[in-house]
């Protein structure tokens, strides 16, 4: 109990720390104070899950930094009622703390290892809106379009056509563009983005990696 209890802590010592300076809507610090990101990463970098740095996961592949899923979180502009699509599930931490946010997520993964694992830990968490397949994310989830909000969560050079036609008119879309954090609003069927700072992420995994 004592460990839980240090854990905890620490969470919302880092909450304060850096996430709550930084977003104006009041349930992301929630939803941050919520999720435990020590499930999030492997056994040896538990000790760093409350360090505000990117940690690798396996497979190539990194959960990022705290503070940067805060912002990017927080250009989703939502309020609950959402359906939203995320591209790239990674280790599952921004879909669990989009759980919090949104009616229902949506997340596609590439790698069925990571896949696999983030079902896991939104079964031990209790997290029943977020739904993982296994697929190509640039050809984003048809079945299920048209979406609120659409995050992708890896590098791309531009936004593949199919998740912009699966946005709805009005919807948000987070992403980043080589190394620039962009989001933004479709309108009249085009996307209008703009610059949200210098980033950097894994590059986004296609059918033709």
Known sequence: MAEFSS????????????IAPMVTDSRVVTAF??????????????SAAYQDRALPIGAGQTISQPS?????TELLQLTGTETVLEIGTGSGYQAAILSHLAKQVYSIERLDVLAQQARERFKQLN???VVVIVGDGAKGYQSKAPFDA?????????????????????GRLVVPLGNRLMAGTKLNGALHLTNHGLV??????????
């Open 7 to 18: 854990t905890e802590q620490l969470r919302q010592q880092f909450v304060q720390t850096y």
């Open 68 to 72: 940067l899923v805060a912002q990017m």
């Open 200 to 209: 950097e992420f894994v590059p986004l995994i296609t059918s033709h990696q």
């Open 127 to 129: 997290i029943t809106n």
């Open 150 to 170: 659409i995050i992708i969560t890896a590098t791309t050079p531009q936004v593949p056509q199919p998740l912009i036609e699966q946005l709805k008119e009005n």
């Open 33 to 46: 104070q919520t999720i435990p990101r020590e499930i999030f990463v492997p056994a040896e970098f538990q």
